[in-house]
């Protein structure tokens, strides 16, 4: 078996690629191909980093609601990554790849294809994302009692969905595994419609928004006294987010706006003084990611976050409750919202029993957490103990993967 292990976190937003000797990744990318107006070639995977201007993309993607839909804009993708990005032979490569609980057998077989016949690698183990991010926690917070087992609850707040995952002795619960349809990719899509309503129109404008969404939004830690606090006339919730000119800048930027205009309740979204196209932004900054613990706001009828994690304890044997509160860890894009972690103990605390000690912990990058967790397990024995081999896929099929990666 070959000794490299090329470590890919495939998730729906980005590609972290990497391989078993270097626990950070290697590249975070896009995954997905752009195309930029005016321009016949489309940008794949790492290209879209060096975009001139996010205004100009538009993205597509293969992966839709956490699963492969698209296998062969997903082979153009990883064939840049492997070949341009690690400068990496499959065939004489192993891989570990991240999947999503419960995928259908079609998608497993499709995976299998990409990875067996059209890339060729030597061998290749599927694990779940949220197993892989508490193998780098345990690494990370040895001192946790729960850790020591490990054992620790996963919130997976990601760009397709939000899965909460018991952990236990390093595999999934799946009785007690829960989703949520609430990913990042549903938050832009919210505040590209809260701006274009109350602003300029930003509805062709996603991967953009997506940008403006990371760098503006924060979770609120109390929304009655935010909703007040914004109604003010000079709100520090209110932010102005400069839009790219091409020229200038290529990303925009956020500021604190200047005083309002005398006579006026609000700065225009053109400033007279200059060119500048100005988002304003007040309420959105925290309406946005209320959606995740409030879905009923948005008339989704799916439980908040805090109540998911009581549903996932309801999964699994009562013995294990206290240990899998006492750690929760938070991974995801959308985890990386300030303000996440607070929100979510305070709504989780009154829900369970006062007996139970609730711990949250944020890793210090949680979007690049699983993938620090595969190459931790892709560089020890047990990689090549569980990988299942080309061999054995020409022999037994996608089936026999499908087996190994779900393996209890």
Same mark, same amino acid.
């Given at each position: 078996?070959?000794?490299?292990?090329?470590?890919?976190?495939?998730?729906?937003?980005?590609?972290?690629?990497?391989?078993?000797?270097?626990?950070?990744?290697?590249?975070?990318?896009?995954?997905?191909?752009?195309?930029?107006?005016?321009?016949?070639?489309?940008?794949?995977?790492?290209?879209?980093?060096?975009?001139?201007?996010?205004?100009?993309?538009?993205?597509?993607?293969?992966?839709?609601?956490?699963?492969?839909?698209?296998?062969?804009?997903?082979?153009?993708?990883?064939?840049?990554?492997?070949?341009?990005?690690?400068?990496?032979?499959?065939?004489?490569?192993?891989?570990?790849?991240?999947?999503?609980?419960?995928?259908?057998?079609?998608?497993?077989?499709?995976?299998?294809? %990409?990875?067996?016949?059209?890339?060729?690698?030597?061998?290749? !183990? +599927?694990? $779940? &994302?949220?197993? @892989?991010?508490?193998?780098?926690?345990?690494?990370?917070?040895?001192?946790?009692?729960?850790?020591?087992?490990?054992?620790?609850?996963?919130?997976?707040?990601?760009?397709?969905?939000?899965?909460?995952?018991?952990?236990?002795?390093?595999?999934?619960?799946?009785?007690?595994?829960?989703?949520?349809?609430?990913?990042?990719?549903?938050?832009?899509?919210?505040?590209?419609?809260?701006?274009?309503?109350?602003?300029?129109?930003?509805?062709?404008?996603?991967?953009?928004?997506?940008?403006?969404?990371?760098?503006?939004?924060?979770?609120?830690?109390?929304?009655?006294?935010?909703?007040?606090?914004?109604?003010?006339?000079?709100?520090?919730?209110?932010?102005?987010?400069? %839009?790219?000119?091409?020229?200038?800048?290529?990303?925009?930027? !956020? +500021?604190? $706006? &200047?005083?309002? @205009?005398?006579?006026?309740?609000?700065?225009?979204?053109?400033?007279?003084?200059?060119?500048?196209?100005?988002?304003?932004?007040?309420?959105?900054?925290?309406?946005?990611?209320?959606?995740?613990?409030?879905?009923?706001?948005?008339?989704?009828?799916?439980?908040?976050?805090?109540?998911?994690?009581?549903?996932?304890?309801?999964?699994?044997?009562?013995?294990?409750?206290?240990?899998?509160?006492?750690?929760?860890?938070?991974?995801?894009?959308?985890?990386?919202?300030?303000?996440?972690?607070?929100?979510?103990?305070?709504?989780?605390?009154?829900?369970?029993?006062?007996?139970?000690?609730?711990?949250?912990?944020?890793?210090?990058?949680?979007?690049?957490?699983?993938?620090?967790?595969?190459?931790?397990?892709?560089?020890?024995?047990?990689?090549?103990?569980? &990988?299942?081999?080309?061999?054995?896929?020409?022999?037994?099929?996608?089936?026999?993967?499908?087996?190994?990666?779900?393996?209890?």
């Amino acid at each position: 078996m070959s000794d490299r292990v090329v470590v890919l976190d495939n998730g729906g937003s980005t590609c972290k690629v990497g391989v078993n000797l270097k626990h950070q990744p290697h590249s975070v990318f896009p995954n997905g191909t752009g195309k930029i107006k005016g321009e016949r070639q489309p940008l794949v995977g790492d290209q879209l980093l060096a975009c001139g201007d996010l205004s100009t993309v538009s993205i597509r993607r293969p992966i839709d609601r956490g699963y492969l839909v698209n296998s062969e804009l997903e082979r153009e993708i990883w064939a840049r990554a492997f070949r341009s990005v690690l400068k990496v032979d499959p065939n004489s490569s192993s891989l570990l790849l991240t999947e999503a609980p419960f995928a259908l057998p079609a998608v497993e077989e499709l995976t299998a294809q %990409l990875v067996f016949e059209d890339f060729g690698f030597h061998s290749c !183990l +599927r694990v $779940p &994302a949220a197993t @892989l991010a508490q193998k780098a926690h345990c690494q990370d917070q040895p001192g946790i009692a729960a850790n020591r087992a490990a054992c620790g609850l996963v919130v997976d707040a990601g760009f397709s969905f939000t899965h909460v995952v018991p952990v236990f002795d390093a595999h999934a619960i799946s009785s007690g595994i829960k989703r949520i349809n609430i990913g990042g990719k549903l938050l832009t899509n919210y505040l590209k419609e809260l701006v274009s309503y109350r602003s300029i129109n930003m509805m062709e404008e996603t991967y953009l928004m997506e940008h403006i969404k990371e760098q503006a939004c924060f979770v609120s830690t109390d929304l009655r006294a935010d909703l007040h606090i914004s109604r003010a006339r000079q709100s520090p919730n209110r932010r102005e987010y400069v %839009l790219p000119d091409g020229v200038n800048s290529t990303t925009g930027f !956020l +500021r604190i $706006p &200047a005083d309002p @205009l005398p006579g006026s309740s609000r700065q225009p979204t053109v400033h007279e003084k200059s060119s500048e196209q100005v988002l304003m932004m007040n309420n959105e900054r925290f309406l946005v990611p209320e959606v995740l613990f409030s879905p009923g706001d948005l008339g989704l009828q799916q439980a908040g976050l805090a109540e998911a994690i009581v549903q996932a304890l309801e999964g699994v044997h009562e013995s294990l409750h206290p240990l899998l509160l006492s750690n929760i860890l938070l991974t995801g894009g959308s985890a990386a919202c300030p303000g996440f972690a607070q929100r979510l103990l305070a709504d989780l605390r009154p829900l369970v029993s006062d007996e139970y000690e609730v711990g949250v912990y944020m890793p210090d990058d949680p979007i690049t957490c699983a993938h620090r967790g595969g190459a931790l397990l892709a560089a020890s024995p047990a990689f090549g103990q569980a &990988a299942m081999t080309r061999q054995a896929y020409e022999e037994e099929g996608a089936a026999r993967m499908q087996t190994i990666a779900n393996d209890d």
